[in-house]
């Protein structure tokens, strides 16, 4: 207030506005770094770069600092970054029941108070409503068998099931996990791949299973 009274409105700034910072990397440890930069260590990234400073050459710097002098003078990370893939959304199927997403979710739904259960659900792909859902003490294929089994008697058989590449769903690669009566290692290369139980199930209805990505 009384800065006010003396000076009025500009007695309100700070008194080390316009004054560099006491904290400001000095303009010989600036030059150092940008020549350094520019030379030898110019294909190195910031945090890279950072560590080799106060190492070989007792320049101590945060990251972020060797960051903004960097890119204050123009000098980018020469970090390649990957380029984005490209994910295509698959579209909706058109009608209600003709396709059906199944899953398992591993969670600690009782908060503790009890085992950890895998809620097995179905969703229609059509209108993302659920159309079976119920809590098992493990993701196995009888839980699954009980949930066509539920929505086939209710509900009508789907066209098609989308789920992930579990085990269950789909018979795993290697011949000796193979379960006795499925197609060999040569039928498979042939074109006829091991099926798992549910796959089996699945293609005795005449309907396909379509594994997820």
Not at 18 to 35: D, F, T, Y
Not at 97 to 118: A, F, I, K, T, Y
Request: hydrophobic letters at 35%; a positive charge.
């Amino acid at each position: 207030m009384a800065r006010y009274r003396r000076r009025g409105a500009a007695g309100l700034a700070h008194g080390n506005r316009g004054r560099p910072s006491r904290r400001r990397v000095p303009k010989a440890v600036r030059g150092k770094l940008l020549a350094l930069a520019k030379g030898e260590f110019r294909d190195f990234n910031d945090q890279h770069f950072a560590e080799i400073l106060a190492e070989e050459y007792a320049i101590r710097l945060s990251r972020s600092s060797v960051c903004r002098i960097r890119r204050e003078a123009g000098l980018a990370s020469p970090r390649k970054r990957r380029v984005a893939r490209y994910h295509q959304r698959r579209e909706r199927y058109p009608q209600v029941g003709m396709l059906l997403q199944v899953d398992g979710s591993h969670h600690d739904w009782l908060e503790g108070r009890g085992p950890e259960l895998v809620l097995l659900a179905a969703i229609d792909d059509a209108t993302s409503q659920i159309t079976y859902a119920s809590f098992r003490e493990q993701e196995d294929a009888a839980g699954y068998f009980l949930m066509l089994r539920e929505i086939c008697r209710t509900k009508g058989l789907p066209l098609a099931l989308y789920a992930d590449r579990h085990t269950i769903f789909q018979s795993p690669k290697e011949p000796q996990m193979l379960v006795p009566g499925e197609p060999s290692l040569a039928e498979q290369l042939a074109g006829n791949p091991a099926r798992s139980q549910f796959g089996r199930l699945v293609d005795g209805a005449g309907h396909p299973s379509h594994p997820g990505p």
